[in-house]
Every structure is written in structure tokens, then in C-alpha cells.
């Protein structure tokens, strides 16, 4: 079988979802026989980023990582992020056999919300850094379209999954709120518009599960919502059970790892109707999306746990490992 390096900036101890698709990427691809390297921050001095000292950055030359890459020796090479270790591996790369690369995070968007840099400048900088690979990854037919129309080329689905053993109705709840209980787990930063939640009228309670820079903010502006912080494993999908209706306010993330976790914790999702959600729900009858989020939160009252569920059940990441070594194949012009 093929060896595969990933280069990306997004490693542990961040959670996001960016570092779980990869994870069980890695996971599902090894069990197939596919060897795998990762070339991440872990082996490099790194700073913080400005504003967001929880994502680190490395301090890499592009000899160091040209090395590296090449001891490694491996048949195929997937740009995860386009930071420091990214733009590195894709210079190396593209003296050896190309790459691969991945579109995980609205980078454009995310910027712009944060800083005055128009999306058109950052956009152009995503067509060079992913058009000059041998193919591209997207999660969902949507974004395909979405960035085809902006001038992205070579573009291959590389869908989600949800681990259904641990994401489950069945656990007993971890704490007592008055119902319906209203949940989102998320990063609490700008760019994934928690606040449009936050500020909503609903009745019963508001749950939200995660860490971020505007955490604290948030926590003394809204004192009638329950914050966690971030959890994990057991505990996270617990909170997860507790939900009777998951509420997704961004408008900027390319797919929604905890849509698929709350879906396979029989919770509805109420979202914006986006890329994304708009494609995990189609036309199930899991969850609601709409541009008025209150009024699709109220209707995934109606909705029931099983529908949820039973939509979670056709994502498994065993299928979007094999996906994602058929686009690879595809894009390398290698008949499997």
C-alpha cells in the first residue's frame, strides 16, 4: 500500500474540527494498510497566533521541512491548512510529485471578520495556493459548486463521518435544565457567529459546550446560558444527549463536524440553510435550516430523536477514508 504525508498547521492539542477529520482520517486510512506521516507543529518551536494563543504556529525554514519531507520519501503528499507548514510543504512539494490539498476552513471569511483584508485579496491567495495542486478536496457538493464559480479547478468530494458507538441517545444527563434545552458545542470565537444563538428568545435553557477567546465575554454578557468550557469524549457526547435541539449559527464553516455529533445524539439541528447543513439535512427530516434560525429552532421541536439519528447513521468515516483514497488515486491519475 501507498504512504501518505500530511503537512498541517491544525494538530494537537487543538480541537477543531479541522484536527478530527485528520485524526480519524489517519485512523481509518492505517487500518487500510496506508502508511501515514504527519508533519505537524509538534516538531517545531511554535508562537501563538495573534489573537488566538490556542492555535500555535510554526517556526519552520523550507529547508527544514524540504528535509523533512524528503527522509519521509512518501508517494503522496496532502496539504491540510494553508499556514506556515503548509506553504512550506507546498513549495516542496511541487518539486517533487505535487500534492493534494484540503479545503477545511472559510480562510477569506475568517480573516475578513477579524481584520480589514477584503475577501477578494484572500481569495486569490486560495485559487494559487490550491489550483497549483493535482486535485482538491471539498466536504460537500455545495462548496464544490460555491468555489468552482470563484475559480477554484480540480476539485474532489472528501466528505465527513461521526463515530456513532460514542455519540448516542443513551447517556444519562450530566446536569439538570429546565427543558427544552437548546445546545451548541463550538468553538466561541468571531467567525462562527455563536452570538446570533446566544441573543436568540427561546424557551427553557441555552447549553453551550466550548472554549474560544470570546468565552468569557460571552459567559458575562449572557448569564442565563450554561457554559461549559470544552469537554471530551464521554462527557462531550453526554452533553450532546442532553440537547433537544442543536442550534448552528455560523456561516462560515464548510461542514460541521458537531451537526453530524448531535444528529447521532438524536438531537435536530436548526441551521442557516449553507453549505454544510444544507447538505448534511437535505431533505431529511433530521433538522431544519432556514435564514430566520429562531423560527427553525422552534420547528426541530417537532422533530423526533429517531429521524436525527437514522441521518447520522449514513456518515461513517470508514466510508470518507475510502473517499478520500479514490480522490487522491483520481487526482494522481492512478487507477486503483
Known amino acids: 500500500m501507498p504512504k501518505l504525508m500530511i503537512v498541517t498547521d491544525a494538530w494537537r492539542p487543538q480541537i477543531n474540527g479541522v484536527v478530527r477529520s485528520i485524526e480519524n482520517l489517519v485512523r481509518e486510512l492505517e487500518q487500510m494498510g496506508v502508511e501515514i506521516d504527519v508533519l505537524s507543529p509538534a516538531e517545531f518551536r511554535t508562537v501563538p497566533l495573534p489573537g488566538y494563543p490556542e492555535i500555535r504556529l510554526a517556526l519552520a525554514t523550507p529547508g527544514r521541512v524540504a528535509r523533512r519531507i524528503a527522509a519521509s520519501d512518501p508517494d503522496f503528499i496532502q496539504i491540510a491548512t494553508e499556514g506556515p507548514l503548509g506553504l512550506l510543504g507546498r513549495r516542496a512539494a511541487l518539486k517533487r510529485n505535487g500534492f493534494t490539498s484540503s479545503y477545511h476552513t472559510r480562510f477569506p ?33 455545495s462548496l464544490r459548486a460555491e468555489l468552482e464559480a470563484k475559480g477554484f479547478t480540480n476539485l474532489h468530494i472528501w466528505s465527513r463521518g461521526v463515530d456513532t458507538k460514542q455519540f448516542h441517545p443513551d447517556y444519562a444527563a450530566p446536569l439538570e435544565l429546565p427543558g427544552p434545552v437548546f445546545l451548541h458545542v463550538g468553538r466561541m470565537a468571531v467567525e462562527k457567529n455563536v452570538e446570533a444563538f446566544l441573543a436568540m428568545d427561546l424557551p427553557g435553557s441555552k447549553l453551550v459546550v466550548g472554549d474560544g477567546p470570546m468565552l468569557e465575554d460571552f459567559r458575562s454578557r449572557y448569564p442565563a446560558v450554561t457554559f461549559t468550557g470544552a469537554r471530551s469524549g464521554a462527557e462531550l457526547a453526554a452533553l450532546y444527549a442532553m440537547g433537544d435541539v442543536f442550534v448552528f449559527p455560523s ?11 448531535a ?46 439519528r437514522a441521518r447520522a447513521l449514513e456518515f461513517s468515516w ?6 478520500f483514497l479514490q480522490a487522491t488515486f483520481d487526482a494522481y491519475g492512478i487507477s486503483d
Not at 456561516?251 to 451537526?259: A, P, R, S, Y
Not at 429552532?297 to 436525527?308: M, V
Not at 470508514?318 to 473517499?323: G, I, N, S, V
Open 109 to 141: 471569511e475568517y480573516v475578513s471578520a477579524r481584520y480589514p483584508v477584503p475577501e477578494s485579496w484572500l481569495y486569490r491567495f486560495m485559487r494559487w495556493f490550491h489550483n497549483a495542486g493535482r486535485g482538491c478536496m471539498v466536504a460537500t457538493p
Open 263 to 308: 444528529l447521532a445524539s438524536g438531537v435536530p439541528v436548526a441551521a442557516y440553510p449553507v453549505s454544510g447543513p444544507r447538505d448534511i439535512i437535505g431533505d431529511s427530516a433530521a433538522g431544519v435550516v432556514d435564514r430566520d434560525l429562531r423560527k427553525a429552532a422552534l420547528a426541530c421541536l417537532d422533530l423526533s430523536a429517531g429521524d436525527a
Open 318 to 323: 470508514q466510508a470518507c477514508a475510502r473517499q
Open 251 to 261: 456561516l462560515t464553516d464548510t461542514f460541521g463536524l458537531v451537526v453530524l455529533e
